[in-house]
């Protein structure tokens, strides 16, 4: 499997209604599966993996690595459409990747940001893992956090609200 391949397949897979995938070509394998493949298994019946699940992509010989995932970087614009009753001057900041969210950079650490804390551009918000690859967040403009959306651990998709802040 080539790198070309298998990035063409995963943003497929995402676009699709299918909730689980495998590929076989040779020897290598590759299993993609989403959330709702997981939903309907009882708890433990799999590690808490949830997301893309390469199990394994062995590159034959010769072929290029799997680059690392895009780095979740800069939040992209954000758009003012705040849950229904919810105060129109709040703005939502989306996930720019589909992912596990982590409030902070490793269990033990403290979280990054609070309910009511105000941040400045630049600063952590969050952590997404994408395929075993840590992506860092990062606020784009000051504010503060009026409500965080997700909890720690959760499965989040592409552009699905993350927290509510007020621009400063």
Same mark, same amino acid.
């Given at each position: =499997?080539?790198?070309?391949?298998?990035?063409?397949?995963?943003?497929?897979?995402?676009?699709? /209604?299918?909730?689980?995938?495998?590929?076989?070509?040779?020897?290598? @394998?590759?299993? $993609?599966?989403? @959330?709702?493949?997981?939903? %309907?298994?009882?708890? +433990?019946?799999?590690?808490?993996?949830?997301?893309?699940?390469?199990?394994?992509?062995?590159?034959?010989? !010769? #072929?290029?690595?799997?680059?690392?995932?895009?780095?979740?970087?800069?939040?992209?614009?954000?758009? @003012?459409? /705040?849950?229904? +009753?919810?105060?129109? #001057?709040?703005?939502? &900041?989306?996930? /720019?990747?589909? +992912?596990?969210?982590? %409030?902070?950079?490793?269990?033990? #650490?403290?979280?990054?940001?609070?309910? +009511?804390?105000? &941040?400045?551009?630049?600063?952590?918000? *969050?952590?997404?893992?994408? =395929?075993?690859?840590?992506?860092?967040?990062? *606020?784009?403009?000051? *504010?503060?956090?009026?409500? &965080?959306?997700?909890?720690? !651990?959760?499965?989040?998709?592409?552009?699905?609200?993350?927290? $509510?802040? %007020?621009?400063?």
């Amino acid at each position: =499997m080539n790198e070309n391949f298998i990035l063409s397949l995963i943003e497929k897979f995402n676009t699709s /209604p299918a909730v689980s995938l495998e590929v076989k070509q040779g020897e290598d @394998k590759l299993v $993609l599966k989403k @959330k709702e493949a997981f939903d %309907r298994l009882p708890k +433990g019946a799999f590690p808490a993996q949830p997301g893309f699940i390469p199990v394994s992509a062995a590159p034959q010989a !010769g #072929s290029a690595p799997v680059p690392p995932a895009p780095s979740a970087g800069p939040v992209p614009a954000p758009e @003012k459409s /705040p849950e229904a +009753g919810e105060d129109p #001057s709040l703005v939502q &900041i989306k996930s /720019p990747i589909v +992912g596990t969210f982590y %409030r902070a950079p490793s269990p033990d #650490s403290p979280v990054y940001v609070e309910e +009511g804390k105000s &941040i400045k551009k630049g600063d952590p918000l *969050c952590i997404l893992e994408a =395929m075993k690859m840590m992506n860092t967040l990062e *606020c784009e403009f000051d *504010c503060t956090i009026q409500k &965080i959306l997700v909890h720690n !651990g959760d499965l989040v998709e592409f552009e699905q609200p993350l927290f $509510l802040v %007020r621009k400063n």
